[in-house]
């Protein structure tokens, strides 16, 4: 296929003011949880705010999506589906969706993609839900470069990848183990996510094979080198996950990809999804900001060691460096710019690890709460928490400007003004009575005044990218005339712009659909992991030639015993170095080996192939 034009960076947003913090910073499109039927439930956002966020983004010619991306019940439906047309009432540029039930309902004209719950990893799976009408589809988190590079080329709609935030040890719409453990549904939106406790890892003899860890618990995903190569490979939206994170995180996270993301749009001669440019007033710096640790996940296409966070599921923050010496109630060390209140993360030697917050800091002597646990010399200094920096990111809201063309010129018995948005040609005109502006007595003091004063925006959206001026004698004009135009221009201006991209969201054709072919068809799983909960997706299923045979592990109808709660391009094994594949497996153990916690005991099968990984298996629940 041909490749569009078009690069999109698209944020989270948990609710309005993230929403707005996301497209000031340069997003151009955010991704919002509706009142219901959202995958984060604590992310729900009224249908009210929906529709300021909408017309926030619409200014910008940014996008808003709807997150409406469980799977449902049949009692559901018909709200989800009444949901889905107020949601195209608030504004809402797509829907995300899952649950293919939606599609066998007559769903608003906006744009559906489909959600990275959909789990899909090759070209006939992404090929079978292009054929449904989807015009967005996100790829699973797992790729390598070649993957989604073969996965682009086999279909004509956009390809969304993620590139920054946390990561699911699971393939995405594939993990049952919270809902098997705890009765809580990630694809229901309710994740307790267990893959971040801690497990002990046990042989069939109950011998201990490591230390106790969080080895389902993976540091967050960094594709920031990698962008200009997934540009290449195809993907054309890139993604930020982070819909329960702050709109500091997320402000940081957005102007930190917009800055790399225009770099390559620029050099490969492509169009970034909005207008304007941003300003931030603080440097972003993605290791301040919430994470695990990070790492490149599969996108090399080897399967990588140490992508796990084993010691802790919480933020690691930024590395500050190990421990040169011991105080009572603290520590010594070059680390510079820590301040009083500033949260740290510390690994003693023997592996105890714990947080604490600075309470002073001077001449490299570090003082915790005297209750903080012993910090011993070289233990490792991960800094969660920065004052100064949060401080930054708070102090002043980002800018985002629109350039816009000035002109003005005159008429028999008029001076006319004209701010115009050159790549959508928008333009909105008002003009002076020139019984109301008398022939100025130094001509040349006020052109330059009129100039100057016409071309402050102030705090409006748009600046001043080119002024031109074409009268035969400069009017003499009070400031308060050319204030009160320049503001009704630009109000109007800001209208023109919200309304056109409004309206440019309604699709003006019918969503493309196909039979798909054989290939698309075998690719669908039939069994549980199809996610089918309902009558309607059941029947769109065999209406596209895929038959179902049995229902949800959610819908309560068939037990979690004996299948898999999940599957995961992850190791255990790789990632401790006892990779059966390079006979590096201990001879001292007995398989299965099994990950055991105070709530459940989980059996592991390992694949060891062209394509490795383990599956999970619910063995006993406490």
């Not at 019918?510 to 075998?522: G, N």
């Amino acid at each position: 296929m041909a490749f569009s034009e078009t690069v999109e960076l698209l944020s989270p947003a948990k609710d309005l003011p993230t929403a707005k913090a996301a497209i000031l910073a340069g997003a151009d499109a955010v991704y919002m949880g509706p009142p219901r039927f959202g995958a984060r439930a604590s992310a729900a956002n009224s249908l009210d705010d929906f529709s300021r966020a909408a017309s926030f983004a619409h200014l910008y010619g940014a996008k808003l999506y709807a997150t409406l991306n469980t799977i449902l019940t049949d009692a559901e439906l018909d709200e989800a589906e009444r949901l889905a047309y107020a949601l195209y009432e608030a504004g809402a540029d797509a829907l995300i969706i899952q649950d293919m039930g939606l599609l066998a309902r007559p769903l608003p004209p906006i744009e559906i993609h489909a959600s990275t719950q959909c789990d899909v990893r090759t070209p006939q799976k992404a090929k079978f839900l292009e054929s449904c009408g989807f015009s967005t589809i996100v790829l699973a988190r797992e790729l390598a470069l070649a993957e989604i590079s073969e996965i682009a080329k086999s279909v004509e709609c956009r390809i969304e990848c993620f590139a920054h935030g946390a990561l699911c040890v699971s393939y995405s719409g594939g993990c049952y183990l919270s809902a098997a453990v705890g009765s809580r549904s990630g694809n229901r939106g309710q994740c307790a996510q267990p893959c971040r406790m801690k497990y002990s890892l046990l042989d069939s003899l109950g011998k201990r094979a490591a230390a106790d860890a969080h080895f389902l618990s993976l540091k967050d995903f960094n594709a920031s080198s990698k962008i200009g190569e997934m540009l290449g490979a195809g993907a054309r939206s890139f993604k930020i996950e982070g819909r329960l994170k702050e709109a500091g995180y997320v402000k940081n996270a957005t102007a930190y990809y917009r800055k790399i993301l225009d770099a390559e749009i620029e050099k490969r001669g492509l169009r970034r999804a909005s207008l304007g440019s941003s300003k931030n007033f603080f440097e972003p710096n993605i290791e301040k900001s919430f994470n695990r640790g990070f790492c490149e996940y599969f996108l090399n296409g080897e399967s990588p060691e140490n992508i796990a966070s084993l010691d802790t599921p919480k933020s690691k923050g930024e590395y500050l460096g190990r421990a040169s010496g011991e105080l009572r109630f603290g520590f010594s060390g070059d680390f510079g710019g820590v301040s009083n209140g500033d949260g740290l993360l510390i690994k003693n030697p023997d592996g105890e690890i714990f947080g604490a917050s600075v309470q002073t800091s001077e001449n490299g002597k570090i003082t915790l709460p005297k209750t903080a646990p012993k910090v011993r010399a070289g233990a490792q200094i991960w800094r969660n928490k920065n004052v100064k920096f949060e401080k930054s990111l708070s102090a002043r809201d980002s800018e985002r400007k629109i350039p816009i063309r000035i002109k003005i010129s005159e008429s028999e018995s008029a001076y006319v003004f004209r701010f115009e948005e050159p790549s959508t040609r928008l333009f909105a005109e008002g003009q002076i009575d020139k019984s109301r502006a008398p022939a100025a007595l130094n001509p040349e003091a006020s052109r330059l005044a009129l100039l100057s004063n016409i071309s402050k925006l102030g705090q409006c959206p748009f600046e001043a990218a080119d002024i031109s001026c074409s009268v035969k004698s400069a009017p003499f004009l009070k400031p308060a005339q050319i204030n009160s135009t320049r503001r009704g221009l630009a109000q109007k201006l800001e209208s023109l712009l919200a309304s056109h991209f409004d309206s440019a969201r309604i699709l003006k054709a019918p969503r493309k659909t196909f039979d798909p072919p054989q290939s698309a068809k075998d690719s669908v799983f039939t069994d549980f992991r199809a996610n089918v909960m309902n009558e309607a997706a059941k029947s769109f299923y065999e209406s596209k030639g895929v038959k179902i045979a049995e229902p949800a592990l959610e819908s309560g109808l068939i037990s979690a015993e004996g299948r898999p709660v999940m599957r995961t391009r992850h190791c255990v094994l790789r990632e401790l170095g006892m990779c059966k594949k390079k006979g590096l497996f201990p001879k001292g153990l007995r398989e299965p080996l099994y990950l055991e916690s105070a709530e459940a005991r989980l059996r592991l099968n390992f694949r060891c192939g062209e394509s490795c990984g383990m599956s999970v298996y619910l063995d006993k629940k406490f």
